[in-house]
């Protein structure tokens, strides 16, 4: 048997005071933290069910061991027998990494046992798991007679290795750890053995304040993943394990390279530090690999991937016979999503979802359904099963979202992803049709929410808050944590319903007119909307000479004097800075589409401009491209779900067909004025009419 001395402990507490400790005495008790306590249960459990025991709870959350007397004395005898240890496996296999990756180039294994303070027997195992799992960086684990074990690796896949497998077994006790220092804790030794305490927390406060600034958003797991990667670029740069410098790596014109230069360039400053130009170049890779983009900022962005999207949103809904091709909200979450993901793949990042094969279990009709769509629209790109788990939780959030309301308001924290948090939302709306509202914040906006906006707090992860009550489930929500969650509201009743006796009839009254009027605000907003792209649609004929620069001048000057746009530098500006972000250039047409969200933008904007002779820019792809029709769409800065969608709509249409292109690129202003009507007309049958 495998056991701490802490596991071995709690067990003989429980044994010895049946249903009379709870997690917080045994907490105070034993001087360690209540979420340290839930740690160790979890573990017990796996300890028990070996022997055919089980461990329950009474009404008043006492602890207690279920199971016949003899199991439970069977147990007691080989706890007394058992030597136990303060070490999980994982810990020893992280030390084990972390010498192969450090040292060497080759060890004895007889040295490495020693070392970890294990026999060969386990140290062989542990080799074998090490071996698979350095296997998917890249990296080569050999064992040869007379030479010892031996580690063949590139610098940059040994970085990824070594930050996965922190992230993958010790991602919560990195969260716990961080939040204690930003407390004001101070550690002596290394984090894990390995991270520098005061690294770590000035990592966190530098990255966290220009992402800040620079309004970037990211999920809890990929900001925590950020943040290991640049102490572990820093550390292994200071011990002299540099990047080769022919290694490809992210070009650095690119914002995110910008905003970790300026990261980097701190971290140096405080922490007296050197940062190669390559280390600045691989942390941009993991940066931009691991981005949430706002949903609001890339509805019209992304043209290609947006008409593939639409199509695997279309081939699913015709696999499992439901409608999901007008639902914007699946379309805008997986748009958001994917741009990321397909760039990690693309870059051969290790990607890890620890809900796959849960979620293939649980979905394995809609997972077949999407692994085959994505095969069928991304010919170029492999998407491994642990991806296409995460978009399955997307497609399983939208088919799940209308539902039966009640008054009680719930929280999930959740930093799993976007797509497992809307899943969990879904799921408790679902099977527990009491509550009504199910919000979704990450850790960091948790802190500082008001929780009495909410009647249950609900987790996927211990939260290092130990003031705060809350219910620890599984992100697909299993039978047993349901059961938690109806434990929790039918114990609380009078505590859930105290303010909500109050004025019933006028609630609901409330209610219905809130959605009369929300109803007749969004009519109100795709009439001016689609009213405003009718009415200032233009096709101008360009006469050769000059570049694109001169069109877009010409085209947002003459905006301005139709009063549809104030101070036009500006906007020609940030159409300009939109273009050093990436190509705009449609490729396989000859096609650009220029676009930018501007506060001096008043009205939607979509027009064409066709070239007597082409210009030369740069296409989506990254390849050089003609460009005959340059397509301009301007919108405001602020703008509602609706209007987004109109503008998709637009956007996604340039390339749904053959004729589609052919209509866009022609210079007839009739024939395309036709095409958008025939859009509008479809999207006002399809979504408001059928409503």
């Known amino acids: 048997m495998f056991i701490t001395s802490r596991e ?47 461990l329950k709870r009474t009404a008043n959350e006492g602890l207690f061991i279920d199971g016949k007397n003899e199991h439970v004395y069977r147990l007691i005898q080989h706890l007394a027998e058992v030597n136990p240890t303060d070490e999980t496996p ?45 296997s998917k960086f890249g ?25 996965s497998f922190f992230l993958v077994n010790f991602y919560e006790d990195i969260i716990e750890t961080l939040y204690g220092m930003q407390k004001g804790n101070r550690l002596d030794e290394p984090v894990l053995g390995y991270f520098k305490p005061d690294y770590l927390v000035t990592a966190d406060q530098v990255t966290s304040h220009y992402l800040a600034q620079d309004h970037i958003t990211l999920t809890d797991s990929d900001y925590i993943g950020l943040i290991v990667h640049v102490c572990l670029t820093i550390q292994r740069t200071e011990k002299g394990y540099e990047l080769q410098t022919n290694e490809p790596m992210e070009a650095e014109d690119s914002n995110e390279h910008q905003l970790i230069d300026v990261v980097c360039t ?35 962005d992304s043209i290609l991937l947006g008409q593939l999207i639409k199509n695997v949103i279309k081939d699913v809904s015709t696999d499992l016979h439901v409608d999901l091709s007008d639902d914007f909200s699946l379309f805008q979450g997986l748009l958001a999503h994917m741009g990321p993901s397909i760039f990690r793949l693309q870059q051969e990042l290790e990607l890890f979802n620890p809900l796959t094969d849960e ?34 939780l997307h497609f399983g959030s939208a088919m799940l979202m209308n539902e039966e309301k009640v008054n009680i308001r719930a929280v999930v924290v959740c930093p799993t992803g976007i797509g497992t948090s809307k899943m969990l939302a879904s799921r408790i709306q679902r099977e527990l049709t009491m509550i009504n509202k199910v919000e979704i914040l990450s850790i960091k906006d948790f802190q500082t929410a008001n929780l009495l906006d909410y009647d249950i707090v609900i987790s996927t992860v211990r939260l290092p808050f130990t003031e705060v009550e809350y219910i620890l489930v599984s992100p697909l929500l299993s039978e047993k944590d349901i059961g938690f969650i109806q434990s929790y509201l039918q114990n609380n009743v009078e505590k859930l319903t105290r303010k909500k006796y109050l004025k019933p009839a006028q609630r609901s009254s409330g209610s219905s007119g809130t959605e009369v009027r929300s109803l007749l605000q969004e009519i109100k907003e795709v009439h001016s909307s689609m009213e405003a792209i009718l009415t200032n649609f233009r096709v101008y004929r360009k ?36 273009e050093k972000k990436g190509g705009l250039g449609i490729p396989n047409t000859n096609m650009g589409l220029f676009h930018c969200r501007e506060d001096n933008v008043k009205k939607l904007i979509f027009q064409v401009a066709h070239l007597d002779e082409p210009c030369r820019i740069k296409g989506m792809d990254g390849v050089e491209m003609e460009m005959k029709s340059l397509l301009l769409m301007l919108a405001p800065e602020e703008l509602s779900r609706r209007e987004q969608e109109i503008l998709s709509l637009i956007s996604t249409s340039l390339i749904e ?25 479809d999207y006002l049958q399809t979504n408001l009419i059928k409503e």
């Open 359 to 392: 979620i293939k279990k649980k979905y394995p009709v809609l997972f077949l359904a999407v692994k085959k769509s994505l095969e069928t629209e991304f010919k170029d790109i492999s998407f491994p099963d642990d991806e296409v788990a995460f978009i399955v």
């Open 266 to 300: 701190q971290l140096e400053r405080d922490l007296s530090a050197q940062m190669t130009r390559q280390d600045r170049r691989f942390l941009t890779v993991i940066l931009k690999g691991s981005k949430v983009q706002d949903p609001d900022v890339v509805y019209y």
């Open 8 to 54: 071995k402990s709690i067990i003989e507490l429980i044994v010895k005071t049946s249903g009379k400790h709870t997690v917080y005495s045994l907490s105070a008790f034993l001087n360690v933290s209540g979420r340290t306590i839930q740690r160790n249960l979890k573990s017990i459990e796996s300890i028990l069910t070996e022997y055919h025991l089980e």
């Open 90 to 134: 994982e810990e020893r296999k992280l030390n084990l990494l972390i010498i192969l990756l450090h040292e060497g180039p080759s060890f004895k294994k007889q040295v490495l046992a020693n070392q970890l303070g294990i026999s060969v027997t386990t140290l062989t195992s542990y080799l074998d798991e090490l071996a698979d799992w350095l």
């Open 657 to 681: 067909d053959h004729i589609s292109m052919m209509i866009y690129s022609s210079t007839n202003e009739v024939i395309i004025l036709k095409k958008l009507e025939d859009l509008f007309l």
């Open 543 to 578: 006469g050769s000479g000059g570049s694109h620069l001169r069109i877009l001048n010409e085209m947002v000057e003459q905006a301005e004097r139709d009063e549809l746009l104030e101070q036009p530098n500006v906007v020609i500006h940030q159409l300009m800075e939109r």
């Open 139 to 163: 990296i080569t684990l050999t064992r040869k007679r007379g030479v010892g074990v031996e580690l063949v690796a590139d610098e940059s896949d040994k970085r990824h290795a070594l930050a």
